[in-house]
């Protein structure tokens, strides 16, 4: 089978090379940066170099691209895609991305699933990327409601024979409220964590604690504006209600009320544990 | 040596195992808790059990106590306590618990020096106490401004035997300033981030990153109250500062103001940068 891959960056690179290690299919990928391209085929991620004119030969293309380019390339390149084509994409938030990729794909005859793979690494770029980076992880589909169970899954053996762990189904409004708290507040948190003019001085000072909140703060500012832009409505709760949180404890120092100040320890404590059952 | 360990929880549990491991020095614990102290005999983490009345055979008395319960030490027990005697403390805060213990230490004659060792676990008491919790941390000693350095030679020779990989002196002050930022802080955001409605169900939407924000929400709420209460003025410091940075983003995010966004992304991917590079 032929698959190409659109975008060759932390994902997309790591997906080829997944690709390529672990199943027998042929891999030609596409970057918009020559040197990206020079280096994943001296790399041998790849059979060769995808040209848009050549997407028609493809029986699966992923799409690794930042949301905004995701959209263009769906818009623009939709009619180079062959009929019956599987085509998933891997941005991080699903319901622009999939309204999008539903309609071109009915307007052209292929097949279009959303994907989020759930893995990542605090670093970018196709020198970052790694075959192993899906192993244990976890694959989300967002199939429309009425997809093929054929299409859904071919893309599930796709993406297991690739090191996925597991692959869930969902839809594309569950999908963007769930990543608002499980990605993008994590990300928001730890950029602005590290903020404090105190935290420069950290060393000595800190043990693990800060090392787990601040790792993501070393994040691609252009990828993630767009996706937190994407996602602002579920985003901006997250962060009313974190903040809100904040607050309690807040005034509970402020009064030097320890009963107060247990009791919302406590209560997030056991929602930890009850949440850490459920793994 | 003979050395006094009091309070066998996470902390002192773990000292009294390194040094029992690492050094020949005799080690002799108390603890409030029966059941504790048989643990810890069986273990053969100790010499011997400690009876406050026989305080003055030690010749290192190591406080490892909450900061209330240790304050209380040092207010009644100080009188049984050796002429000489160096006596070093473990809290997470050092403000109030060395204006204390450098007073009682004046009065009685022995030395009295503040320390925080820079580890720690997600789990407290005796049974996740580890000989190994100290490999590569930091020690903070915090004595007074003119303690005898063939006193602080000593503390630093102890700690450095037990496996801490360096030992650093700093003020009470800015221990408490800096800690605020690079513990406490983060055991409060990520207590207040698995509040969040969704985070229940974050199963198959998280990966690293919400692993990494939460994992120290599962904390002692009776320490951390005496903690956070004890250093209310810096940790509402960076309670403020942190709403009112999580609030830019989340005006910019409202506005769709990418320009801003990207920004203020780019601002803590350099602060966190830096902040690496400085270790």
Redesign the interface.
């Known amino acids: 089978m032929k698959i190409g891959v659109i975008g060759l960056g932390l994902i997309g690179g790591s997906l080829a090379k997944a690709l390529r290690a672990r199943t027998p299919h042929e891999v030609w990928g596409f970057d918009r940066c020559e040197e990206t391209l020079v280096a994943a085929c001296a790399s041998e991620s790849l059979q060769g170099v995808l040209s848009f004119s050549d997407l028609s030969s493809c029986q699966v293309i992923i799409i690794a691209l930042p949301p905004v380019a995701c959209l263009s390339f769906l818009r623009e390149q939709a009619a180079k895609i062959a009929p019956k084509t599987l085509v998933i994409d891997c941005c991080g938030v699903k319901r622009s991305i999939c309204k999008v990729g539903f309609e071109a794909a009915a307007k052209h005859g292929f097949h279009f699933i959303g994907g989020h793979p ?3 690494r605090e670093f970018s770029g196709f020198q970052a990327a790694q075959a192993t980076l899906f192993n244990r ?2 694959m ?1 589909l967002i199939p429309k409601a009425d997809e093929d169970q054929a299409v859904i899954a071919q893309a599930e053996e796709l993406f297991l024979s690739m090191g996925f762990v ?1 692959v ?1 189904q ?1 839809s594309a409004e569950k ?1 963007d ?7 993008q ?26 090392a ?8 691609n ?2 990828l ?3 996706l ?2 994407e996602n ?1 409505d579920f ?2 709760r ?6 809100a ?3 309690e ?2 005034q509970a ?2 009064d ?1 009320d ?1 009963a107060r ?2 009791a ?6 056991e ?6 059952e ?2």
């Not at 903020?195 to 043990?207: D, E, N, W, Y």
């Not at 997250?238 to 903040?243: F, G, K, P, V, Y």
């Not at 919302?264 to 404590?269: D, E, M, S, Y």
């Open positions: 759930m893995a990542g992880a976890v989300l597991r869930m969902t999908h409220e769930m990543i608002a708290i499980t990605s507040l994590a990300h928001l948190v730890s950029n602005a964590y590290v903020k404090s003019p105190r935290a420069g001085q950290h060393r000595g000072f800190s043990a693990g604690s800060f787990d909140l601040t790792r993501v703060a070393r994040l500012e252009t993630w504006t767009e937190f832009l602002g985003l901006i997250e962060i009313d209600e974190l903040t949180s904040l607050n404890y807040r120092i402020q030097g320890a100040l247990c919302l320890l406590k209560a997030g404590r929602c930890k544990e009850q949440q850490d459920h793994r």
